[in-house]
């Protein structure tokens, strides 16, 4: 099995910073993108960051030039360092992976995310 962990949310007030991480663990023999989803109350679930294998990165508008997502492959980790925070941030952040297993199939993980909540 493949479990994905994120941490480093939490409380920050605008204009602040913070930078949250996802890990996978378990029977993982490649990983292709690694992406950072959020989801804030009552809205649909917004792909916010993603980084293929071979590090090209591409950003929502909505983050773009304040967000960075980067990746540890030795330690299957992604990171997403966040910069310039505002209150319309305030989001659950979740974590996909694409892992091959051992068979060759490829198949998508999810974290259990992490709350971020920026205060005006």
């Known amino acids: 099995q493949v479990r994905l962990v994120e941490s480093g949310g939490g409380l920050v007030q605008a204009g602040g910073s913070l930078r949250i991480s996802c890990a996978a663990s378990?029977?993982?023999?490649?990983?292709?993108?690694m992406d950072w989803y959020r989801q804030a109350p009552g809205k649909q679930r917004e792909l916010v960051a993603i980084?293929?294998?071979?590090?090209?990165?591409n950003y929502s508008d909505a983050v773009k030039g304040r967000f960075t997502i980067s990746r540890d492959n030795a330690k299957n980790t992604v990171y997403l360092q966040m910069n310039s925070l505002k209150p319309e941030d305030t989001a659950v952040y979740l974590c996909?992976?694409?892992?091959?297993?051992?068979?060759?199939?490829?198949?998508?993980?999810w974290g259990q995310g992490t709350q971020v909540t920026v205060s005006s």
């Open positions: 996909k992976f694409r892992v091959m297993r051992s068979w060759g199939a490829w198949i998508d993980y």
């Open positions: 378990g029977s993982i023999f490649k990983i292709n993108a």
């Open positions: 980084i293929s294998s071979d590090g090209t990165t």
